[in-house]
């Protein structure tokens, strides 16, 4: 805290946990010596019935420590972790702008940073990611990285300050809970004592190199990048003036390369330089993943003339001659009073064109997922990182409408009112998976599924109704000789949770006995219907029993169910489209995506 002036205030946040209590303690006990003033910030996120009251005392026990302002921050979230992280992170800092603060300090530790290592590096994360959490970044500060979770709880001890365990940190429906509990230990068990910080050890020198390259690829990009609006494509939307009053839209950003430089550059300078372009134009931080940036890498290294590849949010990446050019979305001008998408010629609903293909249904071609992010400094688990991959990687499909050379106006066809998700869907607030991610993706299953089956006859059996959309289309692209079941299954519980207790709906019509049998499922939320399901099946005597899911919520599992084939993780959010459902609508629709609060309120498409 050298860096603050004298007076400035700073903010612990504390969640009544030993680490937390332990930083609170020694800001009240260093900032009055620095000439500081020192303050706690509590976020209540509503998780039980006694999170409020626990959170008052916890600020009332700061204020005894000379503590003030101590606040309660409300920032209530369904019960998941990354909901609960980015909620807290926008409430700290919205706190700490309204209060002046210099700084906010949180208490996370070395064995969180080894736990953040170990989480990243199973999502197969780059050298940013690795580098774990930063002891500073922006106003947000982390003192205690170089402790141990002990040191923290040693030293409430001998302050005699009682702290409370978070029953949430041992619940195994949280992956950190998991490495925590179960992971590192094992590790620690197995290759001896030293893992913890030996992860910790090598975050630190893997954060070294990044801030390296990102320097180094900054200082190259300043050089290399023409930046400019794509006028072409705003005379494009522009209307005529016998269509006034109709919508248009306005140009968008532009980033454009040579090739030839882009080639010299070595590979980790070049990533990094059209990953900082792809944000630059408007792509979402959160949603750009390793396989754009390699995807737009090939346009470079592996030219073979693809067609453009689209990028999360709309943009879009094309080679012309010897440019690379990275183009944003196109954003779309208010409507004019009045207008409506039946007054201008647009279906409603079920019958909403896409938003690269102005076509009836049956016939949509999305160019990319939407913007995801949010802030990007809003989750500790993944620091904001332009440069690196901090996503599950997935294969990217590089197939979109056809666009032309970025000067002529041709950047596939966008009907006007498509809105942020990029779906041109009404209800959808965000699109997660792309039709084109999803098609992707479902190519690659079925030649791993080829594969692992050579030689064997296989039994699909679709869970219903969810499954129908994957069974169709899996079934479709494999090679190997099956045939299908179906059934269907029901979970006893709420609406929006299983409790695992299932009965049988429609049941098999033959008996699956020797047979090779894959399992196939929409999504895997919870994990309880499908652990009870194969229980079942396993009963009934198959040669082998395989699960094959398109999309797996990791937050929300609460059971260990080996799936051997996985499409895409997404996050812990209720969602529709391609076989998933909100009262019984959506399943229909080409993409995976979020709805909007007004869909879900009203319960059925406008």
């Known amino acids: 805290m050298d860096d603050l002036e004298p007076g400035a205030l700073v903010l612990a946040a504390c969640s009544g946990g030993p680490d937390s209590w332990a930083l609170a303690a020694a800001l009240a006990f260093v900032a009055p010596r620095r000439a500081l003033r020192a303050g706690l910030l509590i976020v209540d996120h509503g998780w039980d019935a006694g999170s409020a009251t626990r959170a008052e005392q916890v600020a009332a026990r700061g204020r005894d420590l000379g503590l003030r302002p101590a606040e309660v921050l409300v920032a209530h979230t369904a019960r998941s972790e990354g ?27 070395l064995d969180d940073q080894a736990e953040t290592v170990l989480l990243r590096l ?14 500073r970044l922006g106003l ?41 509990h179960s992971v590192l230990p094992l590790l620690e068990a197995e290759l001896g004592p030293g893992i913890t910080e030996s992860l910790a050890r090598g975050a630190d020198l893997l954060r070294a190199d990044a801030d390296a390259l990102d320097s180094a690829a900054a200082a190259v990009y300043a050089t290399l990048a023409s930046h400019g609006a ?32 882009l080639a010299a550059l070595p590979t980790a300078i070049r990533g990094r330089l059209l990953r900082r372009a792809a944000l630059e134009v408007g792509t979402s931080a959160s949603a750009l993943r390793a396989e754009h940036v390699w995807a737009v890498e090939d346009l470079v290294t592996r030219w073979r003339g693809q067609k453009p590849v689209p990028l999360p949010t709309g943009a879009l990446a094309r080679r012309w001659d010897d440019r690379i050019t990275l183009t944003g979305p196109r954003v779309p001008a208010p409507a004019p009073t009045g207008w409506s998408s039946a007054a201008a010629g647009w279906p409603s609903a079920a019958g909403w064109p896409s938003a690269a293909d102005p076509h009836p249904p049956g ?28 996503d599950p990687v997935s294969q ?9 050379h970025p000067e002529n106006g041709h950047s596939g066809n966008r009907h006007p009112g498509s809105g942020r998700s990029g779906s041109g869907h009404p209800d959808i607030d965000e699109v997660l998976v792309s039709s084109s991610e999803i098609a992707a993706k479902i190519a690659e299953l079925a030649a791993r599924v080829d594969a692992d089956y050579a030689g064997r006859e296989i039994l699909l059996v679709g869970v219903l109704k969810g499954a129908v959309m994957v069974m169709a289309d899996l079934s479709r692209a494999l090679h190997v000789p099956l045939t299908m079941e179906f059934m269907a299954v029901s979970s006893y519980g709420s609406s929006t949770s299983s409790s695992g207790v299932v009965r049988i709906l429609k049941d098999l019509d033959r008996s699956i006995e020797g047979r090779d049998v894959l399992v196939v499922e929409d999504i895997i939320d ?21 699960v094959l899911a398109l999309f797996r919520k990791p937050e929300a599992i609460t059971v260990d ?30 993409f995976v995506g979020t709805l909007t609060p007004a869909a879900i309120e009203r319960g059925a498409p406008s």
Request: charged share 25%.
């Open 83 to 109: 909901l609960a992280r980015d909620a807290r992170r926008v409430a700290l800092l919205d706190a700490a702008a309204r209060l002046g603060a210099g700084a906010v300090l949180l208490g996370h530790t």
């Open 122 to 135: 199973a999502r197969g994360a780059g050298a940013r990611s690795l580098g774990g959490m930063r002891p």
């Open 140 to 180: 947000l500060r982390r003192p205690l990285l170089g402790l141990r979770r002990a040191d923290t709880r040693a030293a409430c001890q001998a302050l005699g300050l009682a702290f409370w365990d978070d029953p949430s940190n041992a619940e195994r429906a949280f992956a950190r809970a998991r490495v925590r």
């Open 230 to 261: 794509d006028e072409n494509q705003a005379r494009h939307d522009r209307p005529h003036p016998d269509q006034a009053g109709q919508v248009g839209g306005t140009g968008r950003g532009q980033v454009t390369f040579t090739v030839a430089a």
């Open 363 to 390: 016939n949509q071609h999305l160019p990319g997922t939407p913007d995801l992010s949010g802030d990007p400094d809003l989750s500790a688990d993944q620091e904001p990182a332009y440069p690196e991959e901090d």
């Open 396 to 404: 990217v499909a590089t197939t979109t409408a056809e666009g032309g």
């Open 526 to 546: 919870s994990g309880l219907t499908l652990s009870w399901l194969l229980k079942n099946l396993r009963s009934r005597g198959p040669a082998s029993l395989e």
């Open 561 to 590: 169910v080996d799936v051997r084939y996985v499409g895409f993780d997404i996050p812990s959010a209720f969602v529709v489209g391609y076989g998933l459902d909100y009262s019984e609508y959506y399943r229909t629709l080409p």
